[in-house]
């Protein structure tokens, strides 16, 4: 993918008000601090275009980003973070709802699964959700740079065992710091959103 502009949308905090666009979209899913926003700056090839932090739950709303003016990737905020209060894990729950009920949006899903980790119950329950939505589903096995190279293949597929995905699910493993993947999960997005 050659990336001639991108162009920050805007961030969305509150059920009711997601975007209404009519291009395609990527939305990417995962647990906080797995490096979804890494994984948007390595895609776009640029730092900085989504907010990285050591931290966990930096993400706090749903960032919208669009790309070549022709497709539109989303940020969303990460699942499982303890330390914030109830309702704000409760309002971030129901914008994640709230994308995936939206029957309007054309959307290819990506959902980032910590390589060195088997997945937690939380992305057991998320990947049955996303594949659920019925739209095209990637799992990306993320901070594969920090996973042996000899052990990933066996490590993904003892995560793969643990979701229940359909059989035309994406698989790739990929790093932010090593660009691992980068090719193959640009192939994924064209296909599935046809750009
Ligand atoms: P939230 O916004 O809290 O949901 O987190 P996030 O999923 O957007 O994670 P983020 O991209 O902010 O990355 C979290 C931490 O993991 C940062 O310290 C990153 O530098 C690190 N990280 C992300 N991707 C990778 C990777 O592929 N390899 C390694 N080694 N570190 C990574
Ligand atoms: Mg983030």
């Not at 793969?160 to 790739?172: E, H, I, K, Y």
Request: net charge positive; glycine share 8%; proline share 4%.
């Amino acid at each position: 993918m050659k990336i001639q502009s991108v162009e920050f949308m805007g961030s969305f905090g509150y059920p009711g008000g997601l975007p209404e666009d009519q291009r395609p979209e990527v939305a990417l899913f995962g647990r906080s601090n797995v490096g979804k926003s890494s994984l948007i700056n390595t895609l776009i090839g640029r730092a900085g275009v989504a907010r990285v932090s050591k931290t966990p739950g930096k993400t706090r709303a749903a960032n919208f980003f669009t790309v070549n003016q022709r497709f539109v990737v989303v940020d969303m905020p990460g699942y499982g973070y303890a330390k914030v209060s109830k309702s704000e894990i409760e309002r971030l729950r129901r914008l994640r709802e709230q994308y995936l009920d939206a029957t309007d949006r054309r959307s290819a899903l990506v959902q980032l699964i910590d390589a060195r980790h088997l997945p937690t119950e939380l992305d057991v329950e998320y990947a049955t959700r996303l594949a659920d939505s019925g739209r095209p589903l990637c799992l990306v096995f993320t901070k594969a740079d920090k996973v042996a190279k000899s052990s990933l293949r066996e490590t993904v597929g003892r995560a793969l065992a643990r979701v229940d995905v359909p059989s035309d699910t994406g698989v790739v493993a990929f790093s932010s710091v090593t660009g691992q993947g980068k090719a193959e999960l640009w192939a994924w997005i064209e296909t599935q959103l046809g750009v």
